[in-house]
């Protein structure tokens, strides 16, 4: 391999760029530092993952995080779950009075009917329609929920995920977007913390993304959550399974909120397991390996780690 002089050092080969590592420092030191744009959760110029329940409130907490950095920052809200009215009721009080959002807020949905034109398939025109919005908005933030709706197949499948995943990164850099995913969970077994391995389908979804966090049902009443981070590259995770803001689900001036409460551990919203229920669990998953079944599958079973399972097995 050939020498490279010091003025020579930023070189495209295929598809990569190559600098040596004080070029790339010099470079990033001239970079605008990314602002936080929703307390530790949200960086600017990141491709963040929301994931939760059904009913858990994944919308309510997202649309509360596009009005709050609508204050400052043009948002796209891609509401690809709500209709119309469903969202105006959402904000409206029981007196009929609507909640007034900022104006750099542009809720987007459907066309109904759209057709998508011949030749070209339904996931190429889909990102093709975000970046319209992006380009006739000026906007720079943009939320979507959920992830379900953005192709046409199931996201849960690598071979699906990565391009999906590709595709948005090179959106997200070819127009300095920060993309705010909204997924669902897997997870069944409210009795145990919450881990990455709980977002719905593949891996690759995580592996892509910046910043993973999630909400989590409390057992202190119907109304309760915490919010765990999982991943944050931007920064040290402030929200763990030691430290979890608490919030309750109310409505306040027309406006359903998270309202916070106070920090907690994640510990204290689980669902508590009697022992009989965990003798049962050891004595089903010892059954299912006599089977021959791996401890992946059992682990899946019970909505556990494969650790937990192992665990179980030396009983």
Wanted: net charge neutral; proline share 2%.
């Amino acid at each position: 391999m050939k020498n490279l002089e010091d003025s020579q050092i930023t070189r495209k080969v295929g598809i990569f760029e190559l600098r040596t590592a004080n070029e790339c420092m010099e470079e990033a030191h001239a970079q605008p530092t990314p602002r936080k744009l929703y307390h530790n959760l949200l960086f600017e110029g990141e491709i963040a993952l929301l994931f939760a329940d059904t009913g858990v409130g994944k919308s309510v907490f997202a649309v509360q995080m596009a009005n709050e950095i609508s204050k400052t920052d043009k948002v796209l809200y891609v509401d690809l779950e709500l209709s119309e009215k469903q969202f105006q009721l959402r904000y409206t009080d029981e007196y009929g009075n609507m909640f007034a959002f900022n104006n750099n807020l542009y809720r987007v949905s459907f066309a109904r009917p759209f057709h998508v034109p011949d030749g070209v398939d339904y996931n190429t025109f889909f990102l093709e329609s975000v970046e319209k919005l992006v380009e006739k908005t000026g906007a720079k933030i943009i939320i979507i929920d959920n992830m379900t709706k953005l192709v046409s197949t199931d996201t849960d499948m690598a071979k699906v995920a990565k391009p999906l995943m590709d595709a948005l990164n090179n959106l997200k850099f070819e127009h300095n977007l920060t993309l705010l995913l909204l997924e669902h969970t897997r997870k069944t077994d409210y009795s145990r913390v919450i881990i990455l391995n709980d977002l719905q389908g593949s891996k690759m979804k995580v592996n892509f993304a910046d910043a993973v966090f999630s909400i989590g049902l409390s057992e202190e009443g119907k109304s309760i959550r915490y919010i765990k981070q999982l991943k944050c590259r931007s920064a040290e995770i402030m929200f763990d399974k030691n430290n979890v803001p608490v919030y309750e689900i109310v409505k306040k001036n027309s406006f359903l909120q998270f309202d916070f409460l106070r920090y907690s551990t994640e510990y204290c919203h689980l669902k508590q397991i009697s022992e009989d229920d965990r003798k049962q669990r050891i004595e089903k998953a010892k059954e299912m390996k006599a089977q021959g079944i791996p401890n992946t599958a059992i682990a899946e079973e019970f909505k556990v780690t494969e650790g937990a399972v192992r665990k179980w097995l030396e009983k």
